[in-house]
């Protein structure tokens, strides 16, 4: 039986049901149908009239939910519940004394399993994917028959796979009581599934192993083959000019294409800085075209003379499109010019890619819980059919915790294969960094280039062409990179794991026994094992009275601010509280923690395996790592300070008061004009918004980056007769009485006027919160739609709802600001809520300005600018764009620092107008009418 409840919140012990539908069935068959609005005896909130359009008078007319129970619990009977969501309704259901008996089959559940790319396991996007009728969305009966109809597609896919595989689905949520496990049980049981051959995990290893199968031992880096160490030639510099002119190889690639003088001017600069091995920076405004001006150029280099090109984002959105759209027109450009066919290929780190020796050993062991089962049984359906591993792959939701702990984080390096990980197939990482060794442009993220460098350059293979687009964020990605976070939790589970007698710890030791050698290492393995258990206790009851203290300390000096983050300063570790709670407990945590790793080490060292390392050793390394890192941490933030890192405290007070402890460098150019920039090859630095008031001299300093030569190339486009830019002179000031409900209701003049796509950039959660259901209610009878980042989906999901809805408006927080486009449409109205200053009280932002001698001028205003610049970019992207762009923020007009932003934007046409006339400023605007 197919149920759905609607009810007047989400507390099943407070909150009362309003509406009930039942559909009850076999197979196709629809047997009889239940459904009734329920009187609660209160008031519906805005929110729930507005999500389910039921309506005060609906239920006020409705019966009570006594008159009827009994005769809801007789129409459900002994039937098994099927639902989306469904635990959720069966809760509701046994506090209002519905007596329901047996385990409900979850739709969302199962399809996380079937369907484990996702994106969106929501019940209306799975009946839009699959074409289920759902014309009531948040009424009982419409949802509960869509409920059924997934039911019985998804019911399919299952019954599509290998009996073998719903064996061992059947098997990973058994002792959770997972609903999932139980239905994969009972199709066993009937004889469901498939008599495919596979193994007893569930999948066709052979078929596994073929499918990511290496050609062959992969050389090492050093051995690459075919690479050329010379200089490269002067003549690519002419073949790129040429390819780029009216007429050449580009525009007979590529019909739709426009030469732009600033595309041809900024590809040439690139090539001759690849020619000369040299340092060159570029800002290239929106519409240049800068990815296509820097993979050409790079690209016939490489085919000419050998070699490799490195290209890296920030973003995986531009990561996508370089791989999926820019490089394959770049191919067939240098395939046409040179005959030479070249291979692109995408490299991430460790932790994105799965572990089959992980998996495997996971989906052998018994007592997982619902979050495990789902995660083990997703990656089984996946591995019939990716080629990568990686993450992206699948839909996580949040259960990416659980996928880390089945991760190639922490495979071991061996001394065969040049520090690759296992050297027996089946290995995703290994088969990512054999194709990346065979690549000839390389894609990877800031993160990983950062981790090279801290790698010493052991992680990328070499290349003779570094790339790094969105250059801007590289500083943020390598202060992170740089410094860390320990978090309590996680490092008190790590040393509870190695004093459980059953585990990884316990699996590690007899390893360590049967492969340990001679005699004498045999016996010493019990006493490593007793030192490392007495080791790992000692640490625990230290650490935790360390945390505590800290936990307190960090309350107490933050206990009138908004944030719980303690900067922990000189003075701070001279207190008598710091030494009684910190510096105390420390002097035994220390050598204790050393003893941990030390002897982990030692056990790593006897069990290990070069061919094929067990589960229990990369599991224990993965350990073994976190304990290292953070003991030399530690070490830093209490007894050995860097004088270029801050560091500091946080009580989250979402879980539990968890205590976070974390240090980042302040300044990080040395490290990579050092790490990063002295190798020998060419650097190239790209991006929109690099420069500083036309110089780019503060973003040199910040990177370490001297360039041979700086380059900006404005954007294309007529922005004064693209983009009116309005400015209320009356709005409230940011932070006094009256702004905030001023913003909502200029964000909504400016959507009704817009009739398109309107987006609102905020800098704060709490602001864009109130906004979107304040906005949502005002437009529910209307046909402008309201998306909220978080409420309504993550970044990516918000903008392709932009995307497909033609009247709506979005409203983004501050990862928004750039990043992601839309695919098909632009944006109409593009509003700005306040500048976008950092956080003042922000560890990292704060420590960086102290030492200027004017912050807010020298620090605050520029990272400001900078983040202005991006989020007006969101607006116009093509020639035939026209928008609006709102500043909510009148600072821009009334502040002196405000000429720094309104200089720092392409002049479009400028009016300052007062909130009542915004609206019509738009519509003149969008229509065409001049203002």
Same mark, same amino acid.
């Given at each position: 039986?197919?149920l759905?409840?609607?009810?007047?919140?989400?507390?099943?012990?407070?909150?009362?049901?309003? =509406?009930?539908?039942?559909?009850?069935?076999?197979?196709d068959?629809?047997?009889?149908?239940?459904?009734?609005?329920?009187?609660?005896?209160?008031r519906?909130?805005?929110?729930?009239?507005?999500?389910?359009?039921?309506?005060?008078?609906?239920?006020?007319?409705?019966?009570?939910?006594?008159?009827?129970?009994?005769?809801?619990?007789?129409?459900?009977?002994?039937?098994?519940?099927?639902?989306?969501?469904?635990?959720?309704?069966?809760?509701?259901?046994?506090?209002?004394?519905?007596?329901?008996?047996?385990?409900?089959?979850?739709?969302?559940?199962? @399809?996380?399993?079937?369907?484990?790319?996702?994106?969106?396991?929501?019940?209306?996007?799975?009946?839009?994917?699959?074409?289920?009728?759902? =014309?009531?969305?948040?009424?009982?009966?419409?949802?509960?028959?869509?409920?059924?109809?997934?039911?019985?597609?998804?019911?399919?896919?299952?019954?599509?796979?290998?009996?073998?595989a719903?064996?061992?689905?059947?098997?990973?949520?058994?002792?959770?009581?997972?609903?999932?496990?139980?239905?994969?049980s009972?199709?066993?049981?009937?004889?469901?599934?498939?008599d495919?051959?596979?193994?007893r995990?569930?999948?066709?290893?052979d078929?596994?192993s073929?499918?990511?199968?290496?050609?062959?031992?992969?050389?090492t880096w050093?051995?690459?083959?075919?690479?050329d160490?010379?200089?490269?030639?002067?003549?690519?510099?002419?073949?790129?000019?040429?390819?780029?002119?009216p007429?050449?190889?580009v525009?007979?690639?590529?019909?739709?294409?426009?030469?732009?003088?600033?595309?041809?001017?900024?590809?040439?600069?690139?090539?001759?800085?690849?020619?000369?091995?040299?340092?060159?920076?570029?800002?290239?405004?929106?519409?240049?075209?800068?990815?296509?001006?820097?993979?050409?150029?790079?690209?016939?280099?490489?085919?000419?003379?050998?070699?490799?090109?490195?290209?890296?984002?920030?973003?995986?959105?531009?990561?996508?499109?370089?791989l999926?759209?820019d490089f394959?027109?770049?191919?067939?450009?240098?395939?046409?010019?040179?005959?030479?066919?070249?291979?692109?290929?995408?490299?991430k780190?460790?932790s994105n890619?799965?572990?089959?020796q992980?998996?495997?050993?996971?989906?052998?062991?018994?007592?997982?819980?619902?979050?495990?089962?789902?995660?083990?049984?997703?990656?089984?359906?996946?591995?019939?059919?990716?080629?990568?591993?990686?993450?992206?792959?699948?839909?996580?939701?949040?259960?990416?915790?659980?996928?880390?702990?089945?991760? $190639?984080?922490?495979?071991?390096p061996?001394?065969?294969?040049?520090g690759?990980?296992?050297q027996?197939?089946?290995?995703?990482?290994?088969? $990512?960094?054999?194709?990346?060794?065979?690549?000839?442009?390389?894609?990877?993220?800031?993160?990983?280039?950062?981790?090279?460098?801290?790698?010493?350059?052991?992680?990328?293979?070499?290349?003779?062409?570094?790339v790094?687009?969105?250059?801007h964020?590289?500083?943020?990605?390598?202060?992170?990179?740089?410094?860390?976070e320990?978090?309590?939790t996680?490092?008190?589970?790590?040393?509870n794991?190695?004093?459980?007698?059953?585990?990884?710890?316990?699996?590690?030791?007899?390893? @360590?026994?049967?492969?340990?050698?001679?005699?004498?290492?045999l016996?010493?393995?019990?006493?490593?094992?007793?030192?490392?258990?007495?080791?790992?206790?000692?640490?625990?009851?230290?650490?935790?009275?360390?945390?505590?203290?800290?936990r307190?300390?960090?309350?107490?000096?933050t206990?009138?601010?908004?944030?719980?983050?303690?900067?922990?300063?000189?003075?701070?570790?001279?207190?008598?509280?710091?030494?009684?709670?910190?510096?105390?407990?420390?002097?035994i945590?220390?050598?204790?923690?050393?003893?941990?790793?030390?002897?982990?080490?030692?056990?790593?060292?006897?069990?290990a395996n070069?061919?094929?390392p067990?589960?229990?050793?990369?599991n224990?390394?993965?350990?073994?790592?976190?304990?290292?890192?953070?003991?030399?941490?530690?070490?830093?933030?209490i007894?050995?300070?860097d004088e270029?890192?801050?560091?500091?405290?946080?009580?989250?007070?979402?879980?539990n008061?968890?205590?976070?402890?974390?240090?980042?460098?302040?300044?990080?150019?040395?490290?990579?004009?050092?790490?990063?920039?002295?190798?020998?090859?060419?650097?190239?630095?790209?991006?929109?918004?690099i420069?500083?008031?036309?110089?780019?001299?503060?973003?040199?300093?910040t990177?370490?980056?001297?360039?041979?030569e700086?380059?900006?190339?404005?954007?294309p486009?007529?922005?004064?007769?693209?983009?009116?830019?309005?400015?209320?002179?009356?709005?409230?000031?940011?932070?006094?009485?009256?702004?905030?409900?001023?913003?909502?209701?200029?964000?909504?003049?400016?959507?009704?006027?817009?009739?398109?796509?309107?987006?609102?950039?905020?800098?704060?959660?709490?602001?864009?919160?109130?906004?979107?259901?304040?906005?949502?209610?005002?437009?529910?009878?209307?046909?402008?739609?309201?998306?909220?980042?978080?409420?309504?989906?993550?970044?990516?999901?918000?903008?392709?709802?932009?995307?497909?809805?033609?009247?709506?408006?979005?409203?983004? @927080?501050?990862?928004?600001?750039?990043?992601?486009?839309?695919q =098909?449409?632009?944006?109409d109205?593009?509003?700005?809520?306040?500048l976008?200053?950092?956080?003042?009280?922000?560890?990292?932002?704060d420590?960086?300005?102290?030492n200027?001698?004017?912050?807010?001028n020298g620090y605050?205003?520029?990272?400001?600018?900078?983040?202005?610049?991006?989020?007006?970019?969101?607006?116009i992207?093509?020639?035939?764009?026209?928008?609006?762009?709102?500043?909510?923020?009148?600072?821009?007009?009334?502040?002196?620092?405000?000429?720094?932003?309104?200089?720092?934007?392409?002049?479009?046409?400028?009016?300052?107008?007062?909130?009542?006339?915004?609206?019509?400023?738009?519509?003149?605007?969008?229509?065409g009418?001049?203002?």
């Amino acid at each position: 039986m197919a149920l759905d409840l609607e009810t007047t919140g989400l507390n099943s012990a407070s909150d009362r049901i309003i =509406d009930v539908g039942a559909v009850k069935f076999q197979g196709d068959e629809q047997i009889g149908e239940f459904h009734s609005l329920v009187n609660p005896r209160s008031r519906l909130s805005d929110f729930i009239v507005s999500l389910t359009g039921i309506s005060q008078a609906d239920v006020d007319e409705a019966p009570d939910w006594n008159t009827i129970r009994d005769d809801l619990q007789d129409f459900i009977g002994d039937a098994r519940l099927v639902g989306h969501n469904v635990e959720f309704d069966v809760g509701f259901l046994r506090s209002h004394r519905i007596h329901v008996e047996k385990l409900s089959y979850d739709t969302e559940q199962m @399809a996380r399993v079937a369907l484990p790319g996702g994106p969106e396991f929501g019940l209306v996007r799975l009946a839009q994917r699959f074409g289920v009728l759902h =014309d009531d969305p948040h009424r009982a009966l419409s949802d509960a028959l869509a409920s059924r109809d997934l039911f019985l597609i998804l019911l399919a896919r299952f019954e599509g796979m290998p009996t073998a595989a719903l064996t061992r689905i059947a098997a990973l949520g058994s002792r959770s009581n997972w609903s999932v496990s139980e239905l994969a049980s009972n199709m066993v049981a009937a004889g469901d599934g498939t008599d495919a051959i596979v193994g007893r995990l569930g999948i066709d290893e052979d078929l596994l192993s073929d499918r990511i199968r290496l050609p062959g031992r992969p050389a090492t880096w050093g051995e690459a083959a075919g690479e050329d160490e010379g200089g490269f030639s002067d003549e690519h510099v002419v073949q790129t000019e040429m390819a780029f002119l009216p007429g050449g190889l580009v525009e007979e690639t590529m019909p739709a294409f426009e030469a732009r003088d600033g595309q041809r001017e900024m590809a040439v600069a690139v090539a001759r800085a690849i020619a000369g091995q040299q340092k060159l920076m570029v800002e290239a405004g929106t519409g240049i075209g800068k990815s296509l001006a820097y993979l050409l150029p790079a690209a016939l280099m490489v085919a000419g003379q050998g070699g490799r090109a490195v290209i890296s984002t920030n973003t995986l959105n531009l990561q996508e499109q370089l791989l999926n759209k820019d490089f394959g027109t770049v191919r067939e450009i240098v395939k046409r010019e040179t005959g030479v066919e070249l291979d692109a290929v995408q490299l991430k780190g460790r932790s994105n890619y799965l572990c089959v020796q992980r998996w495997r050993d996971a989906v052998s062991q018994p007592n997982h819980d619902q979050s495990e089962a789902r995660v083990l049984s997703q990656c089984l359906n996946w591995l019939g059919k990716t080629e990568t591993g990686d993450r992206s792959e699948l839909s996580l939701g949040w259960d990416t915790g659980v996928f880390s702990r089945l991760s $190639a984080e922490g495979c071991p390096p061996t001394t065969v294969g040049g520090g690759y990980p296992c050297q027996g197939p089946p290995c995703f990482m290994l088969k $990512a960094r054999s194709d990346a060794h065979q690549a000839d442009v390389l894609i990877v993220n800031h993160a990983l280039l950062i981790s090279d460098m801290a790698a010493e350059n052991n992680i990328l293979p070499p290349h003779q062409v570094l790339v790094i687009d969105e250059a801007h964020h590289l500083r943020d990605v390598a202060t992170r990179h740089l410094g860390f976070e320990i978090r309590e939790t996680q490092f008190i589970d790590d040393l509870n794991a190695l004093t459980r007698s059953d585990g990884m710890f316990p699996r590690l030791v007899r390893l @360590a026994t049967s492969r340990g050698g001679g005699e004498e290492a045999l016996s010493s393995v019990p006493d490593l094992q007793r030192r490392v258990v007495e080791a790992a206790d000692k640490a625990t009851l230290e650490s935790s009275r360390m945390f505590e203290a800290l936990r307190d300390l960090t309350g107490y000096v933050t206990r009138r601010e908004r944030t719980r983050e303690m900067r922990i300063l000189g003075m701070t570790r001279i207190t008598s509280e710091w030494r009684r709670g910190v510096d105390e407990p420390w002097v035994i945590l220390h050598p204790a923690l050393s003893a941990v790793v030390t002897g982990l080490r030692s056990l790593l060292d006897l069990a290990a395996n070069d061919s094929q390392p067990d589960a229990a050793v990369i599991n224990v390394n993965a350990l073994y790592e976190r304990l290292r890192d953070i003991n030399s941490w530690l070490m830093a933030l209490i007894e050995q300070p860097d004088e270029n890192f801050v560091y500091w405290s946080s009580v989250n007070q979402r879980r539990n008061m968890e205590l976070h402890l974390s240090g980042a460098p302040l300044d990080v150019a040395s490290e990579l004009r050092s790490g990063l920039f002295s190798q020998d090859r060419a650097h190239i630095l790209t991006g929109a918004t690099i420069s500083e008031s036309g110089s780019f001299e503060r973003v040199q300093t910040t990177l370490g980056f001297d360039a041979d030569e700086t380059l900006s190339i404005g954007s294309p486009f007529d922005f004064k007769n693209a983009a009116l830019i309005l400015v209320p002179e009356d709005i409230p000031q940011p932070n006094t009485p009256g702004y905030n409900e001023a913003v909502t209701s200029a964000v909504h003049d400016i959507a009704s006027a817009t009739q398109g796509r309107t987006l609102a950039l905020f800098t704060a959660n709490s602001a864009l919160n109130s906004t979107r259901d304040v906005l949502f209610n005002q437009f529910k009878n209307t046909e402008t739609q309201v998306f909220g980042q978080g409420r309504d989906g993550p970044a990516a999901r918000v903008m392709q709802l932009l995307n497909d809805t033609e009247n709506s408006v979005a409203l983004g @927080a501050m990862s928004l600001w750039e990043g992601i486009d839309l695919q =098909d449409a632009s944006i109409d109205s593009l509003v700005m809520t306040r500048l976008p200053f950092p956080e003042p009280r922000d560890p990292i932002h704060d420590a960086r300005a102290e030492n200027l001698e004017n912050p807010f001028n020298g620090y605050f205003v520029p990272e400001a600018v900078t983040k202005f610049r991006q989020g007006f970019g969101r607006l116009i992207r093509s020639r035939t764009d026209r928008g609006v762009f709102v500043v909510l923020d009148r600072r821009i007009i009334s502040k002196r620092y405000g000429r720094l932003f309104q200089k720092s934007i392409p002049q479009g046409t400028v009016q300052r107008v007062t909130l009542g006339t915004i609206s019509d400023y738009v519509e003149k605007w969008l229509a065409g009418v001049p203002v």
